[in-house]
């Protein structure tokens, strides 16, 4: 019969115990944990331009996986275009005073639902998903408008 | 070499992976990197605070870490489902003067705190309530006490109190505000103040104040006042609520009003009632504020104003919520030329709640009527009170 040494299994408890103490240890401040979502920071382009363009593009990412049912990943595009929009609301001081009405307005509610369909995707509720992307696609795009042409 | 079995280690190490992975799921990941002192607290103390003090009206305090991280899951609903805070305009809350949504930045540092672990920060960091300033317009002109307290025993959760406040005044007075000192503030939901009937008055119920938490007066500008006629009393419809805290105990209040005289000569300020549908504006006036039947809620509202020279403004676009009826102070007033249509369109709020947020009782449509406070149209607008 095999037999194993103590040192060897008290070796493995340690390892196994470490491990979730040291994963807490460092959670403690506000660390990024191994969740994916604090990998997904997004490098904010420079210019308005640049900025409306990856919008455009995040939402035609969220079109997409809704469209093909990915619902799980839709959160991954959504929260790029949100964290795109809360660049530009620093920047809306800068519009015309009805660009500027529109847009303050519009970038809130770009956040609200994303953060809807990171809810509704987590879910797998489809349904919720398609009503959360009409309004999120609706205030990208009120977004989009209000900047356009700010440079 | 002392030697222990195979099937012993086995057993030994899945029972210390089972407690290990019990360990691991027992504590949210920590992903946020925003913390509640550094950047959650300066928010809610700001926001938020008003209500959610130790002792105010709202269910829970979020001025501490500890009381704030049990209600995380319901701070993330209802910030996602957008009924809090309860600043239901939808358009920019820089065209009101008493609008204080908060940014997208804000809302998305809540809702990410919320989500990624309630992180603390710096330890002990708490925020003293926000000033509580008994009458934050500085003291009133006038103040009339309830003639007694309401008490609500331990058995009522909620109430509504009509209670008529008799005035003194030997000749007419015209008002710049109006304001109410909840003598209990846990239990003062809101209240509505208003011109009770007096004979030959056609003032009757013109509404002086639609008071909520946290929502501080706003005085009307020079030149505007609030008609009270000689001998009329105040109607002050107050609603009480308990909050959880307060659950069969008996509480009472004696809440007070303030009054505010507006330098004579001034403008008598009217209520131009508007329904759903298109009125035509019969005289030139300016329109200093806009409010709700306190009844409507759960609707979304959009009031449109074109005038004869065919230029279109956006009164208000907003979804009221129960229990928040308030006035919404133009931040200059609007001109309103004679001829001018003012459409006011309604349908029913189709929210899109995320899991864990309450769902609202659905509108009754009947309820859209919209009060402009306007005063005669002049060249030149009033301006804005500091």
């Known amino acids: ?151 | 070499m002392a030697k222990v079995s195979p099937a012993l280690a086995v057993a030994v190490t899945i029972a210390m992976i089972a407690l290990a992975s019990t360990r691991s799921d027992a504590h949210k990941p920590v992903t946020s990197p925003y913390t509640f002192a550094e950047d959650v607290l300066p928010i809610v103390r700001e926001k938020c605070g008003a209500c959610h003090k130790a002792g105010g009206v709202a269910p829970m305090s979020l001025l501490t870490h500890a009381g704030a991280v049990p209600w995380s899951e319901s701070i993330r609903a209802e910030l996602m489902a957008g009924h809090m805070p309860p600043w239901q305009v939808d358009g920019p809350s820089s065209r009101f003067r008493n609008v204080r949504g908060l940014t997208a930045r804000e809302l998305d540092v809540l809702l990410t705190w919320t989500k990624g672990g309630t992180p603390p920060g710096r330890a002990g960091a708490t925020a003293a309530s926000p000033a509580d300033d008994p009458w934050p317009l500085g003291a009133p002109d006038a103040v009339l006490s309830m003639p007694s307290s309401v008490t609500l025993p331990a058995t009522a959760q909620d109430r509504v109190e009509e209670l008529r406040l008799r005035t003194s005044f030997d000749r007419a007075r015209l008002l710049r505000a109006v304001d109410l000192l909840p003598g209990t503030p846990a239990i003062v939901r809101s209240a509505t103040i208003s011109v009770g009937a007096t004979a030959g008055s056609a003032n009757a119920q013109d509404t002086l104040a639609l008071w909520v938490p946290g929502d501080p007066p706003v005085p009307l500008a020079a030149g505007a006042g609030f008609l009270l006629p000689a001998g009329a009393d105040l109607i002050v419809r107050i609603r009480y609520l308990k909050t959880w805290e307060y659950e069969h105990r008996e509480m009472s209040d004696r809440s007070r009003v303030g009054l505010y005289f507006a330098d004579e000569p001034a403008e008598t300020v009217r209520a131009l009632g508007l329904r759903m549908g298109t009125t035509v504006i019969g005289e030139p006036v300016r329109a200093l504020a806009v409010y709700p039947d306190p009844a409507l809620a759960n609707a979304q509202v959009r009031a449109v104003a074109t005038r004869p020279d065919g230029s279109r403004e956006e009164l208000i676009a907003f979804r009221p919520r129960p229990g928040w009826a308030r006035r919404y102070w133009f931040a200059e007033a609007v001109a309103l030329p004679r001829g001018t249509r003012i459409e006011i369109t309604g349908m029913p709020d189709a929210e899109l709640l995320p899991p864990g947020a309450l769902p609202q009782p659905p509108a009754d449509l009947s309820k859209i009527r919209l009060t402009l406070d306007v005063v005669p149209g002049a060249a030149e607008p009033p301006r804005a009170a500091p």
């Open chain 1, 1 to 151: 019969m095999n037999r194993l040494s103590i040192r060897a299994v008290t070796g493995l408890l340690i390892v196994l115990l470490a491990a979730p103490a040291a994963a807490h240890r460092g959670s403690a401040p506000a660390v990024k944990g191994t969740d994916p979502r604090a990998l997904i920071a997004l490098p904010i382009p420079g210019t308005i331009p640049e900025i409306l363009e990856q919008l455009k593009t995040r939402d035609a990412q969220v079109r997409d996986l809704i469209r093909a049912g990915n619902s799980s990943a839709v959160w991954v595009p959504a929260f790029q275009a949100k964290g795109l929009a809360i660049a530009l609301e620093p920047r809306a001081g800068q519009l015309a005073p009805r660009a500027r009405e529109s847009a303050e307005p519009a970038i809130r509610r770009v956040v609200r639902f994303a953060w809807l369909l990171d809810a509704f995707g987590d879910a797998g509720d489809r349904r919720q998903l398609e009503r959360a992307y009409a309004e999120f696609a609706a205030a990208l795009a009120e977004v989009v408008a209000a900047f356009a042409g700010a440079r």
